[in-house]
């Protein structure tokens, strides 16, 4: 089995690194976009990363190639209704099961039977873990960089009025008032992108998106019962989540919890070699010792499970 995508063009003007390859991957939905980097040396292993709110793919365009060169082979999606990817009619479309839904399929077509080294930013930590407590076994670990274990009421409740009202291109025009009606000849190329991305972003998807941010479930102790290893990491400056939240829920998972220096909330953006780093040390862990079998300590006990 082979993976279902084909070469598709990029999205916006900012440039492709080389090394870097813009597909669509066909979904049950439709076509969701990616980019992938093939590792460079002896492969090590699959990485997926999952793009967070009002975010896409390409929140990793320049981060994938220095994932690949440590030889894993690095893959980023843009999730439903963001930027080029498809978008279903409906809010109910995206539903945090449907999120996860998707980046389950995906994770079964560029893993290949592989487990796959799992990294949810912010909102997409939140569908990471759905994902990884539906079905563990195609995951070797999961990274919440920037993501908490719950969220709260009425969080984004102004942006969600504004979508309504106006629709996702207003909440670039009210954030860059000196900015609107300028062609993207007087803009920076990360303004003329973000502006790109958040018109052609679906108002569902802003808004499915608002209302799971804003649900204070919390599955940290699911999550735990995956016994999946468990990587917390965000940026010294990151305010998106309160960072008390993100070290409390490390502690819980009995995961490390890393600060990652000289950034925020986009980390593999602001300081793209130390969160490389941080990522090729986690993913690179020696393995656990397996139990000796003439050990008797690890022998159940009579009458134990085995």
């Not at 009025?161 to 300028?182: E, H, T």
């Not at 999946?228 to 490390?250: E, I, K």
Request: overall charge negative; some cysteine.
């Amino acid at each position: 089995m082979t993976p279902e995508y084909a070469p598709t063009d990029p999205f916006g003007r900012m440039p492709v690194p080389s090394g870097v390859e813009v597909v669509a991957l066909s979904l049950p939905v439709g076509l969701l976009t990616a980019l992938h980097a093939r590792p460079v040396g002896a492969p090590r292993g699959v990485v997926l990363f999952v793009p967070g709110f009002t975010g896409s793919k390409e929140d990793f365009l320049d981060f994938l190639p220095l994932v690949a060169a440590e030889g894993w082979e690095a893959w980023a999606y843009s999730q439903r209704g963001q930027a080029d990817s498809v978008a279903p009619v409906g809010v109910d479309e995206y539903s945090l099961d449907a999120y996860a839904g998707d980046l389950l399929a995906v994770a079964r077509q560029v893993g290949q039977g592989r487990p796959v080294h799992l990294v949810g930013h912010s909102f997409g930590g939140i569908v990471a873990r759905a994902a990884a407590i539906a079905s563990p076994a195609l995951f070797a670990d999961i990274t919440l960089l920037c993501s908490g274990p719950h969220g709260w009421p009425r969080r984004n409740a102004k942006n969600a009025a504004l979508v309504r009202a106006k629709g996702s291109a207003a909440w670039w025009d009210r954030d860059n008032p000196l900015l609107v009606g300028r062609p993207d000849e007087e803009l920076t190329a990360d303004q003329a992108f973000r502006r790109l991305r958040l018109a052609r972003t679906s108002d569902e998807n802003l808004l499915g998106a608002i209302r799971i941010l804003a649900d204070e479930t919390d599955t940290t102790v699911d999550l735990a019962a995956t016994a999946l290893p468990v990587l917390v990491a965000h940026g010294v400056d990151d305010a998106a989540w309160p960072q008390d939240w993100q070290r409390a829920m490390a502690a819980r998972l009995d995961a490390p919890y890393l600060v990652i220096p000289g950034a925020a909330h986009s980390p593999q953006r602001e300081n793209p070699g130390a969160t490389a780093a941080v990522l090729h040390d986690f993913w690179g862990r020696p393995a656990p010792a397996a139990p000796d079998p003439t050990d008797s300590r690890a022998r159940p006990e009579p009458g134990q499970p085995r």
